[in-house]
């Protein structure tokens, strides 16, 4: 074990955040994403709607439900997001459904910024793509394989065991 590994392991666990640095890049990211929409004048835009109103420029209208299956968020998450949108002007509630259900669709604001967004989304998935290209071992692969170990030992299970080695006192 090298030096700094016996340091990292004598380090208290509330002194570390793990994947910090990956949250962080994440977020810078993100960050320089929404500075594209300010560089156009695109007010109240937030990088977590593109992806739905993309969805809802292929639809004529679509659930709150629909609309978190199809961008792979929970309902909550998107139910969130569609009043964010809403009160943005990126989207208005639709006529349809049997009452016991919402629908919304594009506002006019939402269809007048949707090039724009669209251009982004094939640009940052490019962008993504050649940045994996330069890596020796690319994050999507990462992903999987942390999936694969998740589908032997969730992360549940996982985080229980450490819970209560942590709550023993045996985990520093």
Do not use: C
Request: aromatic share 4%; charged share 30%; net charge negative.
């Amino acid at each position: 074990m090298t030096e700094a590994e016996k340091r990292e392991e004598s380090r208290d666990l509330l002194d570390s955040s793990h994947w910090r640095p990956l949250w962080q890049m994440l977020n810078a990211m993100d960050q320089e994403i929404a500075s594209l929409y300010d560089e156009a004048g695109i007010s109240g835009l937030r990088t977590r709607f593109v992806g739905p109103l993309i969805q809802l420029s292929r639809h004529e209208s679509m659930t709150i439900q629909e609309l978190a299956t199809a961008v792979e968020v929970t309902h909550s998450a998107m139910s969130q997001t569609a009043a964010a949108m809403r009160a943005a002007g990126f989207v208005d509630s639709a006529e349809g459904g049997d009452g016991r259900t919402r629908r919304i669709r594009l506002s006019s604001r939402g269809r007048e910024v949707l090039p724009l967004l669209e251009a982004e989304w094939r640009a940052t998935e490019a962008t993504v793509r050649e940045l994996e290209a330069e890596l020796p071992y690319p994050l999507s692969r990462v992903v999987e394989d942390i999936n694969a170990a998740l589908a032997t030992r969730s992360f549940r299970q996982r985080l229980a065991d450490n819970l209560a080695q942590a709550l023993d006192g045996r985990l520093r």
